[in-house]
């Protein structure tokens, strides 16, 4: 299954590509931003192109790892539907077809016979991915997977906001960015069908750094499954974790600015002076903890899903952390213990639907989430939650 990693972190910089194209080509990034407003208000590809270009991704990580891996196409999931409806009312299924041309005539029916916006997406969605992998360790990983066993989760763009807004903000060594293209991702993870554990994850920032030719990505991959634990991310270093009513070092905690006033509040004496951050985007939030820019990331609210939470989670867990469910753990009345370094309880898993939900919502994380490195930290926040929201 090194096979299936390889051709996981192709596909995310393909994807990564896509959204490069769509905010550097003229006609798309016009889409991209536009609002439309009176008559044009009711063209759905407009108004959601968007969503157009959420999907296009979708689809091509779909039809790629199809192309390869056949058992798997039924299990590959998204946050996008690929139903659209055009000025016209007309119903598209949008699909990556064999050639660029059929993919450009039927991305053309969704875009209301905009040729050149069609013909520019669909010579992306075809184009190679011109990614060198000088990751040691993807050749000689010896995964005991079989396709059949596996699904597969896709968030084409996480913080989709903070792509269509564009703000190009400044990347300081060792500080997480608040807001920005920085916090657009592509995530992809790989779970297992009959007990919902993350395997496999692959992260793609496509606006890493800016040189004089452009915005360039970089790449994030892991691996857990049974005693096969490999990362690209060098596990960060522990740090202490007590903070003093002097001002000790603290924890760093990263959520969002929306978070409820009394989380932030049972939080802040665990963290030193500009330790509690915030960020945008649910992945890059995870995606700090991996990079050791935070120790924690909490979410008391459910209003992250399986889409935005697998593929992290599977770095998370070959580095030794996980991510767990933050109500579940609150509830608990027993004492937790870290089992191989991961929580024996609460973890998240990703093959089950909430059956009494609706929409989205069927695979939403409902109680909250909390990802962690350290068990220890884990518990501490924890211990500061119990009965304060």
């Known amino acids: 299954m090194a096979?299936?990693?390889?051709?996981?972190?192709?596909v995310a910089e393909k994807a990564a590509n896509v959204a490069r194209v769509c905010r550097k080509e003229a006609p798309l990034f016009q889409l991209l931003v536009q609002e439309k407003t009176g008559v044009d208000k009711n063209k759905k590809f407009v108004q959601d192109f968007k969503t157009l270009a959420d999907v296009v991704?979708?689809?091509?990580?779909?039809?790629?790892?199809?192309?390869?891996?056949?058992?798997?196409?039924?299990?590959?999931?998204?946050?996008?539907?690929?139903?659209?409806?055009?000025?016209?009312?007309?119903?598209?299924?949008?699909?990556?077809?064999?050639?660029?041309?059929?993919?450009?005539?039927?991305?053309?029916?969704?875009?209301?016979?905009?040729?050149?916006?069609?013909?520019?997406?669909?010579?992306?969605?075809?184009?190679?991915?011109?990614?060198?992998?000088?990751?040691?360790?993807?050749?000689?990983?010896?995964?005991?997977?079989?396709?059949s066993d596996l699904g597969i989760w896709i968030d084409p763009i996480d913080a989709t906001s903070q792509y269509i807004e564009g703000r190009e903000e400044a990347a300081v060594e060792g500080h997480l960015c608040p807001s920005g293209l920085q916090c657009a991702l592509v995530l992809i993870g790989v779970y297992l069908r009959a007990t919902g554990e993350p395997v496999m994850g692959v992260i793609n920032q496509p606006f890493n750094h800016k040189d004089p030719t452009g915005w360039k990505g970089k790449h994030f991959w892991g691996v857990s499954c049974g005693s096969v634990k490999a990362c690209s991310v060098l596990r960060p270093k522990d740090r202490p974790a007590e903070t003093t009513a002097a001002g000790g070092p603290g924890l760093s905690v990263v959520m969002s600015s929306s978070?409820?006033?009394?989380?932030?509040?049972?939080?802040?004496?665990?963290?030193?002076?500009?330790?509690?951050?915030?960020?945008?985007?649910?992945?890059?939030?995870?995606?700090?903890?991996?990079?050791?820019?935070?120790?924690?990331?909490?979410?008391?609210?459910?209003?992250?899903?399986?889409?935005?939470?697998?593929?992290p989670h599977a770095l998370l867990r070959a580095l030794g952390g996980g991510m767990v469910d933050l109500k579940e753990c609150l509830h608990s009345s027993g004492s937790s213990h870290c089992q191989g370094g991961h929580q024996d309880q609460g973890e998240l898993t990703y093959h089950q639907p909430h059956t009494e939900s609706t929409g989205a919502d069927h695979w939403a994380n409902q109680g909250g989430l909390v990802a962690y490195l350290n068990c220890q930290i884990l518990h501490r926040v924890i211990g500061e939650l119990k009965g304060k929201f």
């Open 3 to 10: 096979d299936l990693l390889k051709l996981l972190l192709r």
């Open 57 to 147: 991704i979708q689809e091509m990580i779909r039809h790629d790892v199809g192309a390869q891996f056949p058992e798997m196409i039924d299990h590959i999931q998204g946050e996008e539907s690929n139903k659209f409806e055009n000025g016209l009312g007309e119903s598209v299924i949008v699909t990556v077809c064999g050639t660029e041309k059929e993919t450009a005539a039927l991305l053309a029916t969704v875009l209301d016979g905009d040729q050149t916006a069609a013909t520019l997406l669909a010579r992306a969605i075809h184009q190679d991915a011109k990614l060198t992998l000088t990751d040691t360790g993807t050749d000689d990983l010896h995964i005991p997977l079989s396709p």
């Open 259 to 311: 978070e409820k006033q009394a989380v932030k509040e049972a939080l802040a004496p665990l963290c030193g002076p500009d330790r509690l951050m915030y960020a945008s985007g649910a992945g890059y939030k995870i995606l700090c903890v991996i990079l050791g820019l935070a120790d924690v990331y909490v979410l008391s609210e459910g209003s992250t899903f399986k889409w935005d939470s697998c593929g």
